[in-house]
């Protein structure tokens, strides 16, 4: 047997009806209650119980005190207050929170995830081509994180691991910055460890007359010998003569071989000091 039960306020043309739907006379809001609140602007029911869930119509305002209009993109739910004003999720310590976002055609497409077990806070986008942008001023985009984990800044298409991009008549510089009294380094690092093979570069590059991209020069790093307790390095220096690279350094366990003639001092005037020329 089901019994509706309800009240009605009614000033002027407008009428709010709080309503229950019940079985078996029995008031508790379960699998077969339900209970409304309904007002008759164009039929609305701002709010339904039924069962578990609570369903809200239009916008949710907790609180109150912020002279503020909320986006009308984001106040479906608003938290207003006078003070410190904030939103938690709290779980199980063996429990995570999440918030998700998705789209009628997928429910989970993007993550807000915290674990206490690995004690990971983790932003993700969970399907294959998703990607992740973080913008600063004036909603400028800053840093792109593209589906394939390359990280782009200044670009929203990285190229390579970390793509750092400029358009700019300026210098575009990297620093390296410690405070204190310990070095500043870059590493390079292979897992190579055969003779003779390139294991880590440095380029430089830039546009020819025809805005082509041309590789000037470059410096690499070898394994000469990979012997446990008697290992030796390589480095060479590269340049681009005539549309060719040429090694104009080698540095290596023998020493230094110089492709070409060795000039030290001034020498264009009486102040040269040496000058070293091969045949």
């Known amino acids: 047997t089901s019994v509706r039960t309800h009240l009605e306020a009614t000033a002027g043309n407008r009428t709010t009806r ?3 739907i019940h079985s078996d006379y029995n008031y508790v809001v379960g699998n077969s209650s339900r209970l409304y609140l309904q007002t008759n602007d164009a039929g609305n029911t701002p709010l339904l119980l039924d069962g578990d ?15 503020a209009t909320a986006n009308a993109d984001a ?36 993550r807000l995830n915290y674990s206490l077990n690995t004690v990971i806070l983790s932003l993700a986008t969970l399907s294959g081509s998703g990607q992740i942008a973080l913008k600063s001023g004036n909603n400028s985009e800053a840093i792109r994180i593209d589906s394939s984990q390359r990280v782009g800044i200044g670009t929203t298409s990285p190229s390579s ?37 390139n294991f880590a570069s440095i380029y430089f590059d830039a546009n020819d007359e025809s805005n082509n991209n041309t590789r000037y020069a470059k410096i690499r790093a ?8 008697a290992e030796d390095g ?12 040429n090694n104009q350094l ?24 040496l000058s070293l020329q091969t045949n």
Not at 53 to 67: E, L, R, Y
Not at 178 to 196: E, K, L, P, Q, V
Not at 222 to 229: H, L, T, W
């Open 250 to 273: 080698i540095l290596d366990s023998s020493g230094a071989s110089f492709a070409g003639d060795i000039t030290l001092g001034d020498t264009s005037s009486e102040n040269r000091t």
């Open 222 to 229: 070898f394994i000469e010998d990979n012997a446990s307790g």
């Open 75 to 110: 106040d479906n739910l608003v938290i207003e207050g006078t003070a410190n004003t904030g939103l938690s999720i709290l779980t199980p310590d063996t429990s995570e929170s999440n918030v998700m976002f998705g789209t009628d055609s997928l429910a989970n497409q993007a």
């Open 53 to 67: 869930n609570a369903t809200f119509a239009n916008h949710v305002i907790v609180g109150s005190g912020s002279s």
């Open 161 to 197: 691991m970390l793509h750092l991009f400029r358009n700019d008549t300026s210098t575009s510089e990297i620093l390296i910055e410690n405070d204190g009294t310990g070095d500043s380094a870059i590493s390079f690092r292979s897992d190579n460890n055969t003779d003779g093979n």
């Open 234 to 245: 390589k480095l060479v220096f590269t340049t681009l003569i005539g549309a060719s690279d």
């Open 18 to 20: 709080l309503e229950a």
